[in-house]
Every structure is written in C-alpha cells, then in structure tokens.
C-alpha cells in the first residue's frame, strides 16, 4: 500500500485487524526515498509504504487516489523464468530482474491502470532474512499477541473496478500473461444500475482476482463512484480469510472494525435460498454475515465499512466451507451492501 503516514496505517491494522509489525525498511533506493513497514497476521503479508520525498512514485500515487493498494506482489521459485515467460506473452515490463541480498526481484504491469506485480523468488536461507521484500530488517519484538486474535488465516481475493469496456482486456492480460482462468463471471442488475463481473485465478489455485466494471448498458452505480473518487481503476477490497466467521466478526467488532449492515428481510428470505451447513440464520442476522453457495460448498462473507477519507478501499471477511468460487447472490450481496452506504455517504463527494 503506498500512504501518507505509514505508521498511522499500520496501527490501524494493528490495533483494529490484530496484523503485527515484522520488518521495517527505510532510505534512499532507485525510485526515491521512502519509509515501509511490513504487517503480518496468519498467512497475510502488507506492506504500508509512505514516500519521503517527491521522486519515490508513492507520493503521485497518494496524491491521485488518497491511500490505496499499489502493488500486488507474486512469489515464486524463479523470478527469471517467470519474468521470461511472462515477457514472450507480451508482459508490460517496469523493471528487469535484479539480485538483492539474496531476492530476486522484477516488476511488471498489472491489468489494472497504475497498479504493478512486483515478482519474488525469496532467498535460500529465508529464516535468516524475515522480510519480505529485500531491504528490510526485523523489527522489534512486540511482545505476545493478544489473546482474543481474529484469527484471520490468508488473502482470499483481490477485488478490482475497472472502467466500462475495460473488463475484459483487464481479464484476458492476466489469462495471456500469467496462465490464469476464468472461475465465476456474472452481471448484475439492480434496478437501472448493472456491474459486470470477473474472477480469474491463477493455476496454482492461490492468487484469485474478481473484477468489476460498470455495464455499458446501465448506470454506473457505486463502481462507477469508486472510478471517479479513486481518478481511475485500482483495487476495490482485499479478503481475508478466515476459519470461523462469527468469531472473527465478534473480535475485530471489539476492536473497533465497523461492517456494513444487513437489512433483516435478507435473514427472513435466506431460508428459502440455502440449508445452512454451519450457522443458524439467527447467528448469521445477529453479526450481519451473509451466506452463499456455488457447486462445492457454502461460504459466509461480511464487509467492512470504508474508512478512506475518499470512500474507496474497504475490506471483506470471508469464511468458505466447501465453496470454492463465489455463488450467485456474492457478488449482489456485495453490491447491494456497498449500494447501502454509498447512500448514507450520499452528499460526500471528492473535492
């Protein structure tokens, strides 16, 4: 994430998602100088970055979006091989593959306006160099975690809005370049507002993109809001996973994390949709969670009110118990939900 205060976003990761601060980097390097931390919770790496001077490309990219995930970075066993690959399949290439105290490391351009995958093969001898990026060291101990943790486990998908007719260039790049297919795809309709919808994922099974745009055919919605605010496409959410939703919901509630609010007409309706396989309806009305279901399984959601000063960014907490893409009311319960607040935000608008 590139930011205006470092330390304050990494605090409130701390503070309200239980993340801890691992390794910390700052200095001078080719792109500027700049400031990092690197927050860690379960299998969940983020790294909040604030530019410390006009050069490093985290002070444009706070000045067109406000706060905002700049980088989606992808690991692998051989950041040459991949990056050569990638290249022969008509990659955008930012950076070429450099060595760096024992990472290898090249960047690319994503599918998503000014957002770039920086690629990651990791040193041998990780356990000696625990950051995760080359240039970081350890930072302090902060003690135990406390006990009532999240429990939050893995970054389930990425969310992103692109604009009208850019869904499926944004898509096919990744199919192209990174062998990705398609796992769910849906328009939406709500009234005279569409959203046309995309997940990719990667054939290792662990990197899911789902994409969203306005439809050309209809009003824009809150996508076409997310576009003007954040000035362009950019990732809309992240997902963390967890193993148990109700309880996860429970803690981050007592640690100050707001979510959005579920009318109780959907829990009255829900039992006509879905035999529910681990929660009560009332359990699930009483936290706010949503539930769904494709071929697989059941997965139960809930996301998060935004806090960004622009109305973009925000999180979803998701638990899968068996579902392995997104059933049908998933990505309707999440437009319908954002739809709600962009309402109660309704005379905010950027300046």
């Known amino acids: 994430m590139y930011v205006g205060d470092a330390p304050s976003v990494a605090a409130d990761f701390v503070d309200g998602y239980g993340f801890e601060v691992f390794a910390t980097a700052e200095g001078h390097g080719p792109e500027g100088a700049a400031r990092s931390l ?5 299998g969940i790496v983020l790294v909040v970055t604030e530019a410390l001077d006009s050069a490093h490309p985290a002070a444009g990219f706070v000045e ?8 989606i970075a992808l690991t692998g066993a051989d950041v040459r091989a991949a990056f050569r690959h990638a290249v022969e399949r008509s990659a955008v290439v930012l950076t070429e593959p450099a060595e760096r105290d024992g990472y290898v490391t090249a960047v690319l351009a994503s599918g ?8 990651v093969q990791r040193p041998e001898d990780e356990r000696e160099r625990p950051g995760p990026l080359p240039g970081f060291v350890p930072a302090p101990e902060a003690g135990p975690a406390p006990a009532e943790s999240p429990e939050l486990t893995l970054l389930d998908h ?17 199919e192209r370049v990174f062998g990705f297919h398609t796992v769910y795809e849906e328009l939406m309709v709500q009234g005279t507002e569409a959203m046309d919808s995309k997940a990719v994922r990667n054939a290792a099974g662990d990197v899911t993109f789902t994409v969203l745009a306005p439809s050309a055919d209809h009003d824009a919605g809150h996508i076409g ?3 003007e605010r954040h000035g362009s496409g950019g990732i809309h959410h992240l997902a963390f996973a967890t193993e148990d939703i109700a309880t996860s919901i429970a803690r981050l509630t007592k640690r100050g994390v707001n979510f959005l609010e579920t009318p109780d007409v959907y829990y009255e309706r829900l039992a006509d949709r879905l035999t529910l396989a681990r929660y009560s309806a009332a359990e699930l009305r009483e936290a706010g969670i949503l539930a769904d279901e494709d071929h697989d399984g059941q997965l139960f959601q809930i996301f998060t009110r935004t806090t960004h000063p622009r109305r973009t960014l925000f999180f979803e907490i998701i638990e899968r118990l068996g579902a392995d893409t997104f059933g049908s009311g998933n990505v309707r319960a999440l437009y319908e939900a954002v739809q709600a607040e962009r309402s109660d935000g309704s005379q905010e608008r950027v300046q």
């Open 64 to 71: 067109r979006h406000g706060d905002g995930i700049a980088d």
């Open 112 to 119: 998503f306006d000014d957002v770039r995958h920086t690629l």
């Open 225 to 227: 809001d997310f576009l």
């Open 38 to 42: 690197a927050l860690r919770h379960g």
């Open 158 to 174: 990425i969310a992103v809005s692109v604009r009208t007719g850019e869904l499926a260039d944004s898509t096919t790049y990744y």
